[in-house]
């Protein structure tokens, strides 16, 4: 636990500012691509996470169950304006980027990831064995003692 207090004193304030130039970047090629990238008013996002609406493809439940398929994983959501009754079937779908930018993934990446998602969510495309090759080019753990 003292190595990782100690690696975030020493790489979190670079980690952080590339996870949130990631989540930005990536929010932005969904948005270019047409998807219903929420917050657009405030710039997408200032965290490590981007909020999609997925109504338009099923919801936030089938997207995510899609996007497992393909190895991509994320988190479905309820939108702020969605009653409680559908917790188990929200409009949205939360993408995280703070493990790939762990994995050295920058803003030219997440415009392939914004395509990934495309392929899977419009397309209805299988790309498992895309996204599996894609990511196994990062595999080394960045911001930490280990580079």
Known sequence: MALVAYEFWAFGQEYAKQVISNA???AEAMASLGFDVQAKEFGFTERHQVAVSMADFGGGDEVARHLKDNNIICNMNLLPFESLESVNTPARVRLGVQEMTRFGMNEPEM???AE??????MD???????VTEFRSQFQKVHYSFDE
């Open 124 to 130: 209805a495309k299988l790309i498992r064995d895309e």
């Open 116 to 121: 990934f998602l495309k392929l899977v969510v």
């Open 111 to 113: 415009k392939q990831i």
């Open 24 to 26: 930005k970047a990536l």
